[in-house]
């Protein structure tokens, strides 16, 4: 069976640890889109750990974790995370990196820093990793893929001075920066090589027939349905489909391999970058949630940034489900919320003076303002439980009044950071 684990709103939901915990049961892990611009944060019996490039599946020695196709691949950062993981006591996992994947260039960071530096204050909040001007090279075909990185020598170096060539003229007079050299860019390519070549493989192939063996998949997405640069928030989104129907694309595979998506949800809401966020809230009440948000506070995995927070957001969420195609909802962080006395919730949205429940373009939902209701909270802690049951009756109100209002049925409830801090929920 093939299940997808994907994110139903900004990003940062917890589809690590949901990945982590289902990967006990699968035998390969896919990451299938996006690069090292987000991160999975992962807490088990090795330790804590802040994932990038690899799939959060890595933890076991009986998985087979691959680099994509679609993936922005950082050969450094990839080769790096396999050592931190391992220095931290986790047997080498089974790497294996689609030989169609594409490379982060040295110089797609560096345009990506120039640009949001000479945007200023009109800046999308990149993290600088250079993923739209990688994903900007890869659909105007100057990328390269790593099967290009076991070209003969001549080949390769006059594709890069044929790109080279161009990229001179941007550093040269729209950023003012110092021009790049094709030998040096080479010698970085050589130094790629060299690290990935053991892991390289023709990945479709290798899913195809795993698949026929009837192996079980997980494919793990980054960021969440409202950053994918279609259907999300744009122009403030990643540059990669965040969509489960993506992994088919971005791992290989056919579309009607998909059985199961599961969408990850939080019992709040939080997002890093910019971009419309209309159950946003601030100050201290935004800080209180998020220091005790998350799994040591809601601070982005990469970045360090400190997380946007808000109420749960129904509006987005059953938008983000439905664009999805989920079959199951796992709701994270419902532990975190249990200090409130009330937990408003986001049921509507009000744009010049009509209220809807439609999530909107991005012209109009910069003018949205929330529509609340508020629940009772449960003022107790509820990590150790095992059983839906056992739930505070408040707890599982908010639960229920959420299922109700997104449409799709919450099947898992997490119930702390750890891998078994988790309670399935019969439907």
């Given amino acids: 069976m093939v299940k997808a684990i994907v994110g139903a709103n900004w990003g940062d939901e917890g589809k690590g640890k949901i990945t982590d915990m289902l990967a006990q049961d699968s035998d390969i ?77 040295p110089y797609h960071i560096l ?13 999308f909040g990149s993290t600088k990793s250079g993923i739209a001007p990688f994903y900007s090279d890869k659909y105007a075909k100057i990328g390269f893929q790593v099967s290009e990185l076991f070209m003969e020598e001549k080949e390769l170096k006059e594709k890069l001075e044929r790109v080279l060539a161009q990229k001179n003229v941007l550093l ?52 969440g349905t409202l950053k994918d640069p279609d259907h999300g928030i744009y122009p403030m989104v990643t540059s990669s489909s965040t969509l489960a129907a993506y992994g088919a694309i971005g791992a290989g595979i056919p579309p009607y391999s998909i059985e199961k998506v599961i969408t ?32 040591g506070g809601e601070f982005g995995a990469t970045t360090g940034r400190p997380r946007r927070m808000g109420w749960f957001d129904c509006v987005a969420s059953r938008y983000g489900c439905r664009l999805q195609g ?63 049951e056992e739930l505070p009756e408040n707890c599982r ?11 799709y049925p919450i099947t898992m409830v997490s119930n702390g950071p750890g891998r078994e801090d988790i309670i399935y929920r019969n439907i």
């Fill in 29 to 105: 892990i896919v990451r299938f889109q996006g690069g090292a611009n987000a991160g999975h944060t992962i807490i088990n019996n090795y330790g804590k750990f802040a994932l990038h490039t690899l799939p959060s599946g890595v933890f076991y020695d009986h998985t087979t974790s691959i680099i994509g196709n679609g993936v922005a691949l950082n050969i450094p950062v990839l080769f790096n995370e396999i050592k931190e993981i391992v220095d931290k006591g986790v047997p080498a996992p089974k790497i294996l990196v689609s030989d169609r994947a594409q490379m982060v260039m």
């Fill in 172 to 223: 040269e007079h729209l950023y003012h920066k110092p021009l790049m050299d094709v030998d040096d860019i080479y010698n970085t390519l050589m130094e790629y090589k060299e690290m990935v070549e053991p892991y390289v493989c023709n990945v479709s192939a290798y899913l195809d027939k795993a698949i026929k063996e009837g192996k079980n998949f997980l494919l793990e997405g980054q960021l």
């Fill in 264 to 295: 990850v949800c939080k019992a709040y809401s939080s997002a890093v970058g910019a971009g419309a966020f209309v159950s946003e809230i601030f100050g201290d009440e935004a800080q209180e949630m998020r220091v005790r948000g998350g799994d």
């Fill in 397 to 407: 109100n908010y639960i229920e009044f959420i299922e109700k209002h997104i449409g």
């Fill in 111 to 123: 345009f990506d820093q120039y640009e949001e530096e000479r945007l200023g204050g009109k800046s």
């Fill in 326 to 388: 989920t079959t199951d909802v796992a709701f994270t962080v419902v532990d975190v919320l249990g200090y409130l006395d009330e937990i408003p919730v986001c049921v509507g949205y009000e744009i010049d003076g009509e209220v809807t429940t439609e999530f909107p373009v991005t012209h109009q939902l910069e003018k949205a303002k929330p529509v609340l209701e508020v629940l009772p909270g449960w003022k107790c802690d509820i990590r150790g439980i095992k059983k839906y």
